[in-house]
């Protein structure tokens, strides 16, 4: 079956560490984002990716890394500059530009210790 | 900037039917999608608008207009399982979505 695939779907930090989310989708989508959910809040876009070796920052950027080294990955780091990083993250998927709709990941919840 | 407005809680009854609001001001317009999300998942496409009036999909429909920066799911025959948090998102660009904070819906008994 076609997907997208978020691993861990728990993840703990320790204060100063570096820790990197997983997202793999086999859908050949050529567009991927990573969001970030806050409890009663909405989707807040981090970066996303429209093609291979690509990527822009979204609204909330700081804190966070990314590559897209392969069409079917995006991984993203949460880095030590990431003060608050305790959050629910979706990535997401999409065809194309345009009016596609966006494909969602199971999430990883990552907490500090 | 953008702004996507969107009720913070709504509570009905199971059977009933419930409609959800969501009023945006963004910079450009390239359609209006409604996701649901439950707690701890990931969020699931129900509906896309991109002209104005009213797409029907089963026991879901949204509604929109242009003009007003309006738009509205509607949800009949309500059940247990449709208790979930609804999102607004709208294609203000060519590449991203922008969110609403969601709607928390309650279906009681």
């Known amino acids: 079956d076609g997907g997208i695939t978020q691993s861990p779907k728990y993840l703990f930090r320790k204060e100063g560490q570096n820790v990197t989310l997983s997202c793999e989708q086999n859908?050949?989508?050529?567009?991927m984002y990573w969001y970030r959910q806050d409890p009663g809040q909405g989707l807040r876009l981090i970066y996303y990716?429209?093609?291979?070796?690509?990527?822009q920052k979204g609204d909330i950027a700081e804190g966070y890394s990314v590559s897209r080294e392969k069409k079917e990955s995006f991984p993203l780091t949460v880095t030590s500059a990431q003060k608050n990083p305790t959050a629910f993250y979706l990535c997401?998927?999409?065809?194309?530009?345009?009016?596609?709709?966006?494909?969602f990941g199971s999430g990883t919840q990552l907490s500090v210790l | 900037g953008q702004n996507i407005d969107q009720p913070t809680e709504m509570t009905a009854t199971e059977g009933a039917i419930v409609q959800i609001n969501c009023t945006y001001q963004?910079?450009?317009?390239?359609?209006l999608f409604w996701y649901q999300q439950h707690a701890g998942e990931a969020p699931t496409f129900l509906s896309y608008?991109?002209?104005?009036g009213l797409e029907e999909k089963g026991r879901f429909s949204s509604f929109l207009s242009r003009s007003k920066g309006y738009s509205y799911l509607l949800l009949k025959e309500l059940q247990m399982k449709d208790s979930a948090s609804y999102l607004c998102?709208?294609?203000?660009?060519?590449?991203?979505?922008?969110f609403g904070k969601g709607t928390m819906l309650l279906v009681s008994p």
């Open positions: 859908l050949n989508h050529d567009a």
């Open positions: 608008n991109v002209l104005d």
């Open positions: 963004t910079s450009g317009f390239n359609g």
């Open positions: 997401a998927s999409r065809l194309d530009r345009g009016p596609e709709k966006l494909f």
């Open positions: 998102a709208v294609n203000s660009g060519y590449s991203t979505l922008t």
């Open positions: 990716s429209q093609i291979v070796n690509d990527f």
